[in-house]
Each structure stands twice: as structure tokens, then as C-alpha cells.
């Protein structure tokens, strides 16, 4: 738990057409982080960028649009132990923004390239892009547009530490066909969680590469998630 602000924390710089705000945040020993804002007010024409302190990873533009109904944001994962975040606000709109991070999280695995996620799951979880028959081919032909519903949701765990697990999952049709995305996971996944959470990331396109990569392709999102149902089966 943190209280990080513009009016707290980090430096303004000027730059043409308005002035940057940064700050760095470090965790020793982190193999990702990522943050969650309680509070973001983005005015017109502003934005905000993370990324990590060897430059290898960006996460940006972020603008109000992606922000939750709270104008809260829960980022992804950046690989490293340290992060900058510059947010850039228009001489025109000079002031009004604001900015609030009640968490940084310290991911003690990587998200980003797990070697040890690999191949861990049950015989009847099949990996299409590498099955068990060899034939690589004809399972990514007969099974790539369904390998597009795979995610992965980075889970609060809804306890007083602020730590987070993540888990799998895919998403669902309707049968109005109308694109309500709806998502099925594990119940124990989220069981823990009130009927609406703002602070999940949803990593879609969630799956390898190729079968001799053992990187992964994905996008994210973290606008809020409602809980429509959940089930125990004994």
C-alpha cells in the first residue's frame, strides 16, 4: 500500500506545448510490477506513460477513455524492479489534473515470459499451439480462432496486503451473438470478490506464441469486471 501523488511525489518538467510530470518507483527484487490508481483525473489532451527503467517495455498513451467508471486504473505487468511513470498535461489545462496510486505491486514471478507456467496444468488442459499428437499445424488450423478467447486475469486477493494471484479463463458468446463479454473462470479464481471489482487485469489473446516460444502474446484490460454468477461443484 502506497500514496503516491503529483502533489506529493516525483518532479515537473517543461516541454513544448505544456509540462511532464514523473516519478520512480522501485522494488527490489521484482521480477514484474504493475500499480493500481484510485484516483486519476485525465483533462483533455493529456496522458500518461509507464515504463521500465531499462526501456524495454512501454505502457501508453493512457487517456481518460480507459479509465473505470471510478476513474480508477489497474495497469499491467512491466518486467523489472523499477518504473517510471511521466504524465503529461497541455499548458491549457494547466492544474486540472490529478493522479492517486494506492498500490504497487511486486510480482515475485514473471508474468511476462513464466518457463515454470508452461506445461503445468492437468493432461486434459491441451496447449493448441503445442499438443500432445506433435501436430502443430493442424491443431493452430482447426483451433486458432477459438485460442483467441484465452485470458489471463491478475486477481486481487482481496485481503488488507494487497496481493494479487492470477488464473485463466476464456470468454463467452451469448446467444444474441451481441459481443456482451462475458467471462468463465475457475470460481475459486474469484469467489473471493464483491460483485464488482475495479482492480483486475484482464490479459486477452493470452497464449504462446509458438511451440518452440515460450513468450506469450497478449493485450490487457482493467475497466472493472462485474460477477454475475459463481457455483460450487462438490
Not at 486504473?73 to 496510486?101: H, Q
Amino acid at each position: 500500500e502506497v500514496n503516491i501523488t503529483i502533489e506529493s511525489n516525483g518532479e515537473w518538467t517543461s516541454v513544448t506545448g505544456g509540462r511532464v510530470w514523473s516519478v520512480k518507483i522501485s522494488s527490489e527484487g521484482a521480477q514484474t510490477i504493475n500499480l493500481f490508481f484510485d484516483k486519476l483525473e485525465l483533462p483533455q489532451g493529456s496522458s500518461i506513460y509507464i515504463y521500465n527503467s531499462s526501456h524495454t517495455m512501454l505502457q501508453g498513451p493512457i487517456v481518460g477513455g480507459y479509465l473505470s467508471s471510478e476513474n480508477t486504473l489497474a495497469t499491467d505487468v512491466i518486467a523489472g524492479s523499477s518504473i517510471i511513470i511521466e504524465y503529461f498535461e497541455p499548458k491549457s489545462v494547466a492544474g486540472e489534473g490529478s493522479l492517486s496510486a494506492a498500490r504497487v505491486i511486486h510480482g515475485f514471478r514473471n508474468l511476462i515470459n513464466d518457463y515454470d507456467l508452461v506445461g503445468n496444468s492437468l493432461e486434459c488442459n491441451i496447449d493448441f499451439v503445442c499438443p500432445p499428437d506433435g501436430n502443430e499445424y493442424s491443431w493452430v488450423r482447426d483451433w486458432e480462432e477459438e485460442s483467441n478467447a484465452v485470458v489471463m486475469l491478475i486477481v486481487p486477493s482481496g485481503g488488507v496486503g494487497g496481493e494479487y494471484s492470477y488464473c485463466s479463463g476464456a470468454m463467452l458468446s451469448n446467444i444474441y451473438q451481441d459481443y456482451t463479454p462475458f467471462l468463465l473462470m475457475a470460481n475459486h479464481c474469484v469467489s473471493h470478490l464483491p460483485e464488482y471489482t475495479n482492480d483486475m487485469v484482464v490479459r486477452f489473446g493470452y497464449k504462446r506464441t509458438s511451440c518452440q516460444d515460450e513468450t506469450y502474446s497478449y493485450y490487457s484490460y482493467s475497466k472493472g469486471v462485474n460477477k454475475r454468477v459463481g457455483t460450487v461443484f462438490n
